[in-house]
């Protein structure tokens, strides 16, 4: 199909322009007249999007979770405004420099034209837009209030970003001390003991296990550094092949819950995603069911995931929520007992809101905790590395010291 940027006037005779995909003119003129408007002028665009918007060599750039977030908020001003949603997706589609988000927008507005649903178009795109703004659009439009729902899942789509950098943030200190660690090693074991282990062959000096150890793990490195990077592209590509399975990202999520000191953190992230989606998903109106099945999903944990979707279940059968996310074992009590209190007030969104104020902050003072004691621990592991590296290389001279000394005498 082609894509035709048009122009043409409502029944008012005010000017509509717009992007539309159609076989041929006149499909446009008559997809265009079924919407009311008529055509006056059109013009034949390439539906390929444009890559000259810094793509680079790989391609055009997929839209960051930030510009889904400004996409909610100015569409929802717009619609606010009482704009037609097919000129208020033209006003985005201009204002976005983004080529694959153009191109997105481009097809919306041309579904949108054709009679579509706004949510249905938005779900044609499942790796830009989340499940969680899709259900916020359905819930809109069927109760009216699109504005109100884009405006809540916009919220929770930014808070859900801000928790994602702290945690991000906060592991900024280990990645650094862990590279300079491995640039250190390799620098060592590539340079400097090659170097002392030709001096000690040209004094045949004889040399401790530790050293003799260390120069010959040098000289495999050198040897065979290229079957090292083989072997760690395998180990990685093994890992992400099963962590995209069910039971490996299951196995994966168990695993990083009961690790030491970023275990709990996890869990609070996860648990904190899903509290923060349940809160917007029913304060827009969203059924019950579908907001615990994308809570669920927001959670990014199939562990939580699985223990929200067995309460879902109870719940479909008349359960009450708060006591069967109790019987998973997954959830703290302050959770469990505050959505009981909700469910039993008829305010269930109010006291979500409570619950993931109290996480934000738990998360908050979590990562800053955890930070503060990886960075003597990291510090000291590291400083362990070259100790035991630098100890290596001088003991053999020590030993040669003591030789000299003896031969004086």
């Known amino acids: 199909m082609t894509v035709y940027e048009y122009e043409c ?5 005010a000017v509509v322009k717009g992007l539309l995909q159609a076989n ?21 665009r390439d539906n390929k999007p444009e890559t000259g918007q810094g793509g680079g060599l790989m391609g055009p ?3 960051k979770s930030s510009e889904v977030v400004v996409i909610a908020r100015q569409l929802a001003t717009l619609v606010r405004c009482g704009m037609p949603l097919t000129q208020g997706i033209e006003i985005l589609y201009e204002q976005t420099q983004n080529a694959v988000m153009k ?35 359905e819930a809109g439009e069927a109760a009216g209030n699109l504005d109100f729902c884009l405006d809540i899942a916009a919220d929770q789509l930014d808070r859900m970003e801000e928790l994602k950098r702290k945690v991000n943030g906060a592991m900024v200190y280990p990645k650094i001390v862990v590279a300079a660690a491995c640039i250190t090693v390799a620098i060592m074991l590539l340079v400097v003991v090659p ?19 260390l120069i010959n793990i040098s000289n495999a490195v050198i040897k065979y550094w290229y079957i090292g990077l083989i072997l760690m592209g395998l180990a990685f590509y093994g890992y992400k092949r099963y962590a995209e399975t069910p039971n490996g990202k299951r196995r994966l999520d168990e695993i990083s819950l009961k690790l030491p000191l970023v275990g709990p953190i996890m869990r609070k992230v996860a648990i904190a995603r899903f509290v923060q989606t349940l809160a917007g998903s029913t304060r827009a109106g969203v059924p019950v069911l579908r907001a615990l099945a994308v809570s ?36 703290p009590p302050m959770v469990t007992k505050m959505v009981a209190a909700g469910e039993a007030s008829g305010d269930l969104d109010a006291m979500l ?9 738990d998360v908050e003072y979590a990562v800053e905790k955890m ?30 010291g003591k030789a000299f000394e003896k031969s004086g005498k």
């Open 24 to 44: 041929n003119p006149d499909e446009l003129r008559s997809l265009l007249r079924q919407n009311g408007l008529y055509l006056t002028q059109f013009e034949q």
């Open 353 to 361: 809101d409570e619950v993931n104020k109290f996480y934000e902050r």
């Open 61 to 63: 750039k997929m839209p």
């Open 195 to 213: 170097t002392f282990a030709q001096v000690y062959k040209d004094l045949r000096a004889e040399l401790p296990t530790v050293t003799q150890t």
């Open 103 to 137: 191109e997105i927008l481009s097809e919306i507005q041309a579904g949108i034209v054709s009679g579509d649903s706004l949510s249905n178009q938005f779900r044609r795109y499942p790796k830009v837009f989340p499940e969680l703004l899709v259900s916020m659009l």
């Open 371 to 400: 930070t503060k004691m990886i960075e003597p621990i990291m510090t000291g592991v590291v400083g362990a590395i070259v100790l035991f590296v630098l100890l290596a290389l001088y003991m053999p001279i020590f030993s040669l």
């Open 296 to 331: 669920a999903g927001a959670s990014a944990n199939s562990v939580i995931k699985d223990a929200v979707m067995t309460a879902a279940s109870a719940v479909r059968d008349g359960a009450a929520l708060g006591p069967e996310l109790e019987k998973t074992n997954e959830f």
């Open 9 to 13: 006037r409502d029944r008012a005779g």
